[in-house]
């Protein structure tokens, strides 16, 4: 209502917009907090990697456009199918596409892949080209409100770690200031039993 009554141009409409950017950055950061405090109860079930990266990479491909940000993939049709909940594993994908995306504001290469790894999982790489991670902040990035950037809640991260740990995955970073990063997401296989049971309950 304050900024409907302020007029254009104003200093008073200025504080108000600076105002309302403020709050809705306080309710982002409120709202990353309260998925890493409790994160939504999962709903595992296999399926396909490559599907739930397609939809992923949909999303995120305009603003890869916009940073001319050269994508290249990696993921074999014939790759295993994945035990876990598709919407939180997307989730995850896509923080950690956004990240990337955000450490190469004026263009770059990510590389996006996955292949069958040791021990029944499989291995998913998200590779960039950016600033790349000081070696003293490289583990202290998977702390909660611990951040780089600017505007940030240093909550995405923690949350992104949460998830892969709750579907029994590990996730860790690897990087070289000015050269990028790569983020890899080991995550479990379903096994005949899931496909069956799935199959049975569908």
């Known amino acids: 209502v304050l900024q409907r009554e302020a007029a254009e141009g104003s200093t008073r409409r ?22 890493y405090a409790r994160l939504p109860e999962a709903a595992p079930r296999p399926f396909a990697l490559k599907d739930a990266l397609a939809r992923v990479l949909f999303l995120i491909g305009p603003r890869l456009k916009a940073q001319k940000v050269e994508l290249l993939q990696s993921v074999p049709d014939s790759l295993p199918r994945l035990l876990g909940d598709p919407g939180q594993l997307e989730q995850v994908f896509l923080n950690l596409c956004l990240n990337a995306a955000q450490a190469m504001p004026e263009g770059g290469r990510l590389e996006v892949g996955a292949s ?35 505007g940030g809640s240093g909550l995405g991260l923690p949350i992104t770690r949460q998830i892969v740990l709750a579907h029994g995955g590990e996730l860790w970073l690897e990087s070289e200031p000015g050269c990028g990063t790569t983020a890899h997401v080991r995550l479990p296989r379903a096994n005949q039993q899931d496909l069956a049971t799935y199959l049975k309950e569908t």
């Open 116 to 150: 069958a790894n040791g021990g029944g999982a499989v291995l998913v790489t998200v590779k960039d080209t950016g600033v790349g991670i000081a070696p003293e902040d490289l583990e202290r990035v998977f702390e909660p409100f611990f951040t780089t950037r600017e």
């Open 14 to 35: 200025g504080l108000i917009d600076k105002m309302l950017l403020q709050l809705s950055r306080m309710d982002k950061t409120m709202g990353d907090f309260l998925r």
